[in-house]
T-cell receptor
Framework: AQKITQTQPGMFVQEKEAVTLDCTYD???????LFWYKQPSSGEMIFLIY??????QNATEGRYSLNFQKARKSANLVISASQLGDSAMYFC?????????????FGKGTLLTVNP | EADIYQTPRYLVIGTGKKITLECSQT?????MYWYQQDPGMELHLIHY???????EKGDLSSESTVSRIRTEHFPLTLESARPSHTSQYLC??????????????FGPGTRLLVL
């Protein structure tokens, strides 16, 4: 079974609107971390936001917020006020402590296109 | 802002050639990683290192090898390149504090094309 599932291969959003990118995960470990990365067409991976499994509040970083629903095992990324520069691939990733606590497991990604 | 560098950024090479992809970081991070990513696909861990003289294979089997002689340097070598090695290779590092929220910082990647 996939540990990280991103069900939206591609998403479109109008500039200045908000968009939600879905991520569900599978783990039996009580302690884990969830990450979102952005990958522009140039190829580098840019860290966006982190949510720990024991964090009481949803993480926020500027225009990025993470809608963390632990019981449903979902960690959706919300981008508010989309900008043209937000067009990129977005990857959800998870780190579990039970195995090796250094390793990140990535989803297949969602390609976001922001239309003017 | 992370300081992690990869060279070359792009490489086109013929089958059978030996290649080394360079990765350096100036942050003093203990842990370093190599990921392989096919176009439009997820990243797969192929090698990692806890520190100097420590290297391990990742989840995805790879014919490449790595070395970690200095903290800041983690090169990846392919002894005999094949078309199946065509991919993007991403290097990353993290502080190595063992925290669940430890962020991995990525380099710009090397896009390899083997003809």
């Amino acid at each position: 079974a996939q540990k990280i599932t991103q069900t939206q291969p591609g998403m479109f959003v109008q500039e200045k609107e908000a968009v939600t990118l879905d991520c569900t995960y599978d783990t039996s470990d009580p302690s884990y971390g969830l990450f979102w990365y952005k990958q522009p067409s140039s190829g580098e991976m840019i860290f966006l936001i982190y949510q720990g499994s024991y964090d009481q509040q949803n993480a926020t970083e500027g225009r990025y917020s993470l809608n963390f629903q632990k019981a449903r095992k979902s960690a959706n990324l919300v981008i508010s006020a989309s900008q043209l520069g937000d067009s990129a691939m977005y990857f959800c990733a998870m780190r579990e402590v039970g195995g090796s606590n250094y390793k990140l497991t990535f989803g297949k990604g969602t390609l976001l296109t922001v239309n003017p | 802002e992370a300081d992690i560098y990869q060279t070359p950024r792009y490489l086109v090479i013929g089958t059978g050639k030996k290649i080394t992809l360079e990765c350096s970081q100036t942050m003093g991070h203990d842990k370093m990683y190599w990921y392989q990513q096919d176009p439009g696909m997820e990243l797969h861990l192929i090698h990692y290192s806890y520190g100097v003289n420590s290297t391990e294979k990742g989840d995805l089997s790879s014919e490449s090898t790595v070395s970690r002689i200095r903290t800041e340097h983690f090169p990846l070598t392919l002894e005999s390149a094949r078309p199946s090695h065509t991919s993007q290779y991403l290097c990353a590092s993290s502080p190595g504090q063992g925290l669940i929220g430890e962020t991995q910082y990525f380099g710009p990647g090397t896009r390899l094309l083997v003809l």
